[in-house]
């Protein structure tokens, strides 16, 4: 099946129209963003009889959203190298039959990513640390290093590629953190957390520690001057995605007093 470009937001609807019936597996969870990828040229489909792909154009991949009512209809697109998120409630375990189907379609097992939340009165106090200095990014070049340093940390599929033409509004918004010492005189940079903050939840978006500095609580200084910025009460919320495979990083968040909130996303590839 071949790729085609949705031209109007009139045509997703159509999409979601015809192939979101009751019963039906999706996760189109791009609704409220549609429109806007539509206008920039990133939205396009392959329609079935039954179930409906569409695909969002990432920086070298295409990021599938489905629709399924038929799990013996399969679509295939070959030569494109397609990612999907497959959201479940991790305590009632993986949707079966729609993991099966992507992999009828050539799609692969990649990586679980759990979230987890915490209300500032549940989380444990800031650890004192006087030799990491945690501020938010004072530069451009500063936002670029920290980008620089998410994209080489983490899985490009699974995560958030943020493109530099945004850099300049979250350096004036503050949304970016900055670790470093001095050494010896000179600033070094140690890691970076980038936040978001949506319905007055505090999100954690991208966190990433030098490997250099790694072992010296860098992480645990930037979560904990994360939490702080945003406390506005005892109720203040926090959010987050983490991968289940990276226990180092699950410690951390479960010793601040996060909890897994019941609710994973499986990855799934086809290269």
Same mark, same amino acid.
């Given at each position: ?16 129209e015809?192939?979101g019936?009751k ?10 963003e549609?429109?806007?990828?539509i206008i920039h040229d990133?939205?396009?489909e ?10 969002v154009?990432k ?7 489905y ?9 295939s697109?070959?030569?494109?190298v ?7 409630r ?11 189907y992507?992999e ?5 097992r ?6 987890y939340?915490g209300?500032?009165k549940d989380?444990k106090?800031a650890?004192?640390?006087?030799e990491i ?5 004072q530069?451009?070049?500063g936002?670029q $290093? !920290?980008?620089e ?6 899985? +490009? %599929?699974s #995560? ?5 033409e ?12 900055f ?7 000179e ?14 939840v ?6 990433a520690v030098?490997?250099a500095?790694r072992?010296h ?7 904990d ?17 983490v991968?289940?495979?990276?226990e $180092? !990083?699950?410690?951390m968040?479960?010793?601040k007093?996060f +909890? %897994?909130? #019941?609710?994973?996303?499986l ?5």
């Amino acid at each position: 099946m071949k790729l085609k470009k949705i031209e109007s937001f009139l045509r997703y609807q159509e999409i979601v129209e015809r192939y979101g019936q009751k019963g039906c597996t999706s996760n189109d969870y791009i609704q409220r963003e549609a429109a806007d990828i539509i206008i920039h040229d990133n939205l396009f489909e392959c329609c079935g009889e039954w179930n409906a792909f569409l695909l969002v154009k990432k920086d070298g991949f295409w990021r599938v959203y489905y629709y399924l009512n038929d799990f013996d209809e399969v679509l295939s697109l070959d030569g494109e190298v397609l990612e999907t998120e497959i959201l479940f409630r991790g305590i009632l375990g993986e949707p079966a039959e729609a993991v099966a189907y992507m992999e009828k379609c050539g799609f692969k097992r990649h990586l679980v990513r759990d979230q987890y939340a915490g209300m500032y009165k549940d989380l444990k106090p800031a650890v004192e640390n006087e030799e990491i200095i945690v501020q938010p990014a004072q530069t451009l070049t500063g936002v670029q $290093a !920290a980008f620089e340093l998410f994209n080489q940390s983490f899985d +490009k %599929y699974s #995560g958030d590629y943020v493109s530099p033409e945004v850099y300049e509004v979250l350096l004036a918004n503050h949304s970016v953190l900055f670790a470093w010492r001095k050494n010896e005189g000179e600033v070094q940079f140690l890691g970076a957390l980038h936040q978001t903050v949506e319905n007055n939840v505090a999100w954690v978006s991208h966190v990433a520690v030098k490997e250099a500095a790694r072992g010296h609580h860098v992480g645990q200084a930037l979560l904990d001057a994360f939490v702080e910025r945003n406390m506005v009460s005892e109720k203040s919320r926090y959010m987050l995605w983490v991968q289940h495979q990276n226990e $180092a !990083a699950v410690r951390m968040y479960e010793k601040k007093g996060f +909890k %897994y909130v #019941g609710k994973s996303s499986l990855s799934m590839i086809k290269l």
